[in-house]
């Protein structure tokens, strides 16, 4: 009877085990998002000279950036994938409180903003449920959630992928 109960709550502790693997989300780098026989992105490209602040504020205020690639090919194996993927948020909708609900996460800073917006495969249109403030734009962020491969529009550019956050928190190294 004892080694019937050691066996079973061996099996229980594997399950068990088994299940938090499970629920750890994979950390993903930008790369990835891009197919591996798909042309690398090209480098943002500043749209204007930071030395002519008055260049600088009418731009801010002028249309968007053409954006470099907005049907880039993506990695449909990321489909359905719990992930972590650092990022820069560009708000797209935020509450009365100013904190954020929608936005495109983005590689490197600046994007959508000051260059024109990466490929579509380099953007994340996310959503979240779990609001934050956002203190500053140069502010980097994790965010975890299911991705989708879903091409999804904005006022601001086109996103090869979806997110629904679970978690939204500031970047560190050790990622959380």
Known sequence: MRSSFAAFALCAACLAASFTTLAEPRELQWHELVPADAPPPEPPVALHDLSQLADVLAAESGPAAQQQSPAAPVVPELDGQEVRLPGYVVPLEMLDDGRV???????????????????????VHVRTDQAFQLEALWQPFWAEGRLRVEQVSSDLAEAGYRMQAERIYPYELSGG
């Open 101 to 123: 609900v929608e936005f495109l996460l983005v590689p490197y800073f600046g994007a959508c903003i000051h260059v024109p917006p990466p490929p579509s495969n380099q953007i």
